[in-house]
C-alpha cells in the first residue's frame, strides 16, 4: 500500500511505471472526462493486461459549460456520451454515472450519502487498486 507523505511537504517527484500491478481497478473520477484526463493512460495499460476496469463518475458536469450553450440536462448527457465514448476507445465499456450536481457545496447529508455510495461500490466490486484524484488538488468537487 503506497504511504501517504507529510502534506506541508512538497509531493514526491514522479516515478516511470512502464506496467500498472495487475488486480481489479476501481476509478472514483468527479466529473465525466477526469476518468480520462488523469488515470486514461494507466486504465488502458490495465485493460491491455486483461484488468477488469469499473469507472464511476460521480457529477453530472452539467455546469461545466460556462457559455450556457446548452441545456443543462442536455449537456449532462453529452457529457456522459462523450465519458462513454472516450473509455471505449480504452477499452473500458463498466462505468457508472452517479449523476450528483458538481459546482455546488455538498451537506453533511450529502457527503453521508456519498460515503454510503462509494462504501456500496468497494463492497460489490471488490477492487485490488483504486484511483482517486490527487488529495491537493484545488477544484472543490475533487475533494
Request: charged residues 25%.
Amino acid at each position: 500500500m503506497p504511504r501517504m507523505h507529510d502534506e506541508s511537504a512538497p509531493p514526491p517527484p514522479p516515478s516511470l511505471v512502464r506496467q500498472p500491478p495487475r488486480g481489479r481497478v476501481l476509478v472514483f473520477a468527479p466529473h465525466p472526462d477526469d476518468e480520462a484526463a488523469g488515470p486514461g493512460g494507466t486504465l488502458a495499460l490495465h485493460r491491455r493486461q486483461g484488468d477488469a476496469v469499473r469507472v464511476v463518475i460521480a457529477t453530472d458536469g452539467r455546469n461545466g459549460d460556462a457559455d450556457h450553450l446548452y441545456e443543462p440536462q442536455a449537456y449532462a448527457a453529452m457529457r456522459a456520451g462523450e465519458s462513454r465514448r472516450g473509455l471505449a476507445e480504452l477499452g473500458i465499456d463498466d462505468v457508472v454515472f452517479w449523476g450528483l450536481p458538481d459546482g455546488h457545496v455538498p451537506s453533511d447529508a450529502d457527503l453521508a450519502a456519498a460515503r454510503a455510495r462509494a462504501v456500496a461500490e468497494l463492497a460489490s466490486f471488490q477492487p485490488d487498486i483504486v484511483y482517486l484524484p490527487w488529495q491537493r488538488e484545488g477544484h472543490p468537487d475533487h475533494h
